[in-house]
Nanobody, 118 residues
Framework: QAQLVESGGGLVQAGGSLRLSCAASGRAFSSYAMGWFRQAPGKEREFVAAIGRSLIYAHSVKGRFTISRDNVQNTVSLQMNSLKPEDTAVYYC??????????????WGQGTQVTVSS
């Protein structure tokens, strides 16, 4: 079983950057694909980025966000640049199959709030 804990969220002005981190504990972390999702108030949780044997990004963040992982440190990160107010959401880390769907992931973190002011 894996436990995921996100960190790095906060308040930033539009155009700024944040780096989210997700620390994983439990065995077989390296065997899972890792994903980042986000959920804004009143909206469904949506895919942001995933890393497995390859990388995939949502169209809305491609070119601005970068996902990476360190299987030695058991962490996955999301570097977010050129942030926009519409990026405001709770960001979740997830572990499971390489997918853009929430149903593809088994384990979820508790989320970290990202707020981008205009």
């Amino acid at each position: 079983q894996a436990q995921l804990v996100e960190s790095g969220g906060g308040l930033v002005q539009a155009g700024g950057s944040l780096r989210l981190s997700c620390a994983a504990s439990g065995r077989a972390f390296s065997s899972y694909a890792m994903g980042w999702f986000r959920q804004a108030p009143g909206k469904e949780r949506e895919f942001v980025a995933a890393i497995g044997r390859s990388l995939i990004y949502a169209h809305s963040v491609k070119g601005r966000f970068t996902i990476s992982r360190d299987n030695v440190q058991n962490t996955v990160s999301l570097q977010m640049n050129s942030l926009k107010p519409e990026d405001t959401a709770v960001y979740y880390c997830a572990a499971g199959s390489f997918s853009t769907l929430t149903s593809g992931y088994i384990y979820w973190g508790q989320g970290t709030q990202v707020t981008v002011s205009s």
